[in-house]
């Protein structure tokens, strides 16, 4: 779990990276050099993969873990221990990671899947002679619905709390014992949790508040 | 502090052998010291259910100075009741006020099985134990005890982990009903001094295997296990487990 939830937190510092590009404020272009980059280029579709990977086998391995784990106590407590000494995200790792995943659905279906599979008529800009896709015009269009930016919300809030555990305890798991570095570490985890989700999660805010030219 | 004396209500979960189904009774306690200790308590209601001809609640206890491990009971919440870095045998009366409910109940998971009401079998943690948490060596005179250097920040953390009493609290405390804060001790113990060296991959690797076959879940580092421990046993033990473990498996030679 560890060890694949590293590699999905360097695969988010690339993807807030890159999706910053949006508030260049010069219509999209940015944005659009970038994403058609990333989707143009062999060595990003090829690394695709390897991320898909990296996913399904954190969600598989989550999910069979949390199963194991939930049969080793047959008879529950009568008065649960509830926050007596753990926070309560970390207890619900679970449960975060499924509305992280129910997000990710949205979110394929919403921006991975037209780029790869066929945009829409017209979604297309020609910069330097190079026609790419208008992702940022799907962007903008798709943040006119607030609902849709309610679930991105939703989703940003649920990643945040899975990275405020999920960040620590992975090098916890690959046996990071050193006090300094499990208090660097546990800094730069909170940090990490609160930037980088809130970074994604003012994209669509950006967009539906027309903060953007 | 003021001496008082309370009268309370006990929920406690009896059952009266492994296959029994169980469930709570309440009974109340009157005229209960506030100097008295949890289990001193528990036997004041003990001789009074012995005199009415009932069967004496059953529970786990020795030395009662707290460094044994015996006594295993979940209190309104909360493995050997609300004071941190207590046993129950240490916890006083004086955590708790005139009219109040407590809620006693044994550890619960299913590698410690309730043998009858509060007591249940921890043997689980024995075997960790003979699976690798020992050092062999030559028996004869004993060693001179500063033949083997040790610096002084090893000995005081080795010490510190070697603390634990295998009460099985974190695994009471865990959600996933996780060992590894006792087995994380236990390895961590040997494995900071060199008279736990020759040993220490196979230590890891064995008691790590027994501990998937008795049953216990695995970790997933919510903190619950360092609270409540009566010996404050730290959970950066068991992130160096991990790299104990990680080491023996990659660099084992057999």
């Known amino acids: 779990m560890g060890l694949t939830g590293i590699f999905l937190i360097l695969f988010l510092i690339v993807h807030v990276c890159l999706n910053a590009c949006i508030w260049a404020m010069d219509g999209g272009e940015t944005f659009n050099i970038a994403a058609n980059f990333m989707g143009a280029m062999y060595v990003p579709r090829v690394l695709e993969i390897g991320l898909f990977a990296g996913f399904i086998l954190h969600i598989v391995q989550a999910y069979m873990l949390e199963n194991q784990n939930r049969r080793k106590r047959s008879i529950s407590y009568q008065v649960p221990m509830g926050n007596k000494g753990s926070k309560w995200y970390s207890r619900y790792m679970g449960w975060l990671g499924t509305f992280v995943l129910l997000f990710l659905v949205v979110h394929i ?93 003012m994209m669509p805010i950006s967009f539906l508040l027309k903060w953007l030219n | 502090m003021e001496h008082y004396t309370m009268n309370l209500t006990l929920k406690v979960w009896r059952q009266k052998n492994k296959k029994d189904k169980g469930g709570f009774e309440t009974y109340t306690v009157n005229g209960i010291s506030s100097e008295m200790s949890f289990l001193e308590m528990i036997d004041v209601l003990n001789e009074r259910l012995v005199h009415e001809g009932k069967d004496p609640i059953a529970f786990d206890h020795d030395c009662r100075e707290g460094i044994c491990g015996m006594c295993s009971m979940y209190i309104n919440g909360r493995p050997h009741g609300p004071w941190e870095g207590t046993t129950t045998c240490q916890l006083h009366m004086r955590a708790f006020k005139d009219g109040d409910t407590i809620v006693v109940e044994p550890w619960r998971a299913n590698a410690f099985p309730v043998v009858k009401d509060l007591v249940v079998d921890r043997s689980a943690f024995d075997r960790i134990i003979q699976a690798g948490g020992y050092i062999s060596v030559n028996t004869g005179n004993a060693v001179d005890a500063n033949a083997t250097l040790i610096p002084k920040d090893d000995a005081d953390a080795a010490f510190a982990a070697a603390a634990c009493i295998g009460c099985g609290a974190c695994v009471a405390a865990c959600k996933n009903s996780s060992a590894l804060l006792f087995l994380s001790a236990k390895v961590s113990h040997l494995a900071l001094v060199p008279q736990g060296n020759p040993e220490r991959k196979s230590r890891a690797l064995d008691m790590i295997a027994q501990m998937d076959k008795e049953g216990f879940g695995s970790c997933t580092a919510t903190g619950a296990c360092e609270a409540v421990c009566p010996k404050e046993i730290s959970i950066t033990n068991i992130a160096r487990l991990n790299a104990e473990y990680g080491r023996a498996g990659l660099t084992i030679d057999k």
């Open chain 1, 109 to 201: 279906k919403n921006f991975w899947t037209p780029s790869r599979f066929g945009m829409p008529d017209g979604y297309t800009q020609t910069y330097n002679g190079v026609e790419v896709h208008d992702l940022y015009r799907l962007m903008k269009e798709t943040f006119e619905n607030v609902w849709i930016v309610v679930i991105y919300l939703v989703g940003c809030l649920a990643l945040a709390y899975h990275l405020m555990h999920g960040f620590q305890s992975a090098f916890r798991s690959l046996g990071v014992y050193n006090k300094r570095y499990l208090a660097l570490i546990k800094g730069v985890g909170v940090g990490f949790a609160i930037i980088v989700p809130l970074a994604f999660a």
